[in-house]
């Protein structure tokens, strides 16, 4: 299996564009989670699903972001319209119930 | 909200030397989780510890558990410049992970 693949890997964008962030989860595995890595806020959790439902949206910071789960093998993550402080590292990852993750190699964002 | 709090935030350790990081966490677990991430890449699991054991081993790796003080600790022994990235714990209650802020290490060869 090639692993968690998330596209683009980088993505430079203006403020106030819609941008949309693409992940191709691991055959077989239930979970799927969107995490946000910063500087100053280290690795957060954005939203999860199990089995394309999702369970825990709370760590979606504003109504500007949304997450959609079609098919067991794919997710997006929408943010619109953008701001410059949405510029970060947004990882993908999924797993079984077990709780390892395995993590894709992230879309580093920046917005100007 | 980080549920795993990483000490120290860094350490610069020479190669051959141990490196010990630790974690502490906030509510119950199921289990704790400990991952690697070298610069611009994603984070890589490296080992897992359910809530009802107490110490774990792999390869060079030693982790302890203590949920009546809710904190864990990664050992890396034998360190070598390889070993050079950050380090998190990250607790799953029920599935949802969350990590901690992470520790950095060096390795100075």
């Known amino acids: 299996d090639a692993g968690v693949i998330q596209s683009p890997r980088h993505e430079v964008t203006e403020m106030g564009q819609e941008v949309t962030l693409r992940c191709k989860p691991i055959s077989g595995h239930d979970y799927l989670f969107w995490y946000r890595q910063t500087m100053m806020r280290g690795l957060e959790l954005l939203i999860y699903?199990?089995?394309?439902?999702?369970?825990?949206d709370s760590g979606m910071p504003e109504d500007r972001f949304s997450a959609k789960m079609p098919n067991a093998s794919f997710s997006t993550l929408k943010i619109q319209p953008s701001e410059p402080r949405d510029s970060a590292v947004y990882f993908c990852a999924s797993s079984f119930a077990t709780g390892v993750a395995f993590f894709g190699q992230g879309t580093r964002l920046t917005v100007v | 909200s980080q549920q795993g709090e990483e000490d120290p935030q860094a350490l610069s350790i020479q190669e051959g030397e141990n490196a010990t990081m630790n974690c502490s966490y906030k509510?119950?677990?199921?289990?704790l989780q400990w991952y690697r991430q070298n610069s611009g890449r994603g984070l890589v699991h490296l080992i897992l510890i359910r809530s009802n054991e107490r110490e774990k081993h792999s390869g060079r790796l030693r982790v302890t558990l203590d949920t009546s003080k809710k904190s864990s600790s990664l050992l890396i022994t034998a360190s070598r410049a390889a070993d050079t990235a950050s380090y998190f714990c990250a607790t799953d209650a029920g599935n949802k992970l969350t990590f901690g802020g992470g520790t950095r290490v060096l390795v100075k060869p």
């Open positions: 509510t119950s677990i199921n289990n």
């Open positions: 699903f199990n089995n394309n439902v999702p369970i825990d």
